[in-house]
């Protein structure tokens, strides 16, 4: 089964990024490395800070030898519902 990272939509996170009663997997994830436990609770990072940051300086992979060939950010953000550029109107 595929735990998705609430923070950039990567779905291969070994773990569920926090189980039912809310406690952090302290996984750092692969892709946009957020670590659950550490991030948020230590430095205040909310997973919307943290994603816009992360996509600003360029959506770089944490582990980068983990990152599929066929990567497509935009799908990837699609699974969480997020939009990247920001739609301007
Ligand atoms: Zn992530």
Not at 27 to 35: H, M
Not at 51 to 69: I, M, T, V, Y
Request: charged share 30%.
């Amino acid at each position: 089964m595929a735990h998705v990272c609430p923070v950039c939509g990567y779905d291969g996170l070994q773990e569920t990024a926090y189980d039912k009663d809310g406690n952090p997997s302290y996984e750092i994830c692969a892709c946009c490395g957020f670590e659950f436990g550490f991030d948020d609770e230590s430095e205040g990072a909310s997973h919307k800070e943290y994603r816009q940051k992360w996509l600003e300086d360029g959506a770089n992979w944490f582990s980068h030898d983990r990152k599929p060939d066929s990567w497509n950010l935009q799908e990837q953000l699609r699974r969480i519902g997020a939009v990247w550029p920001p739609e301007s109107n």
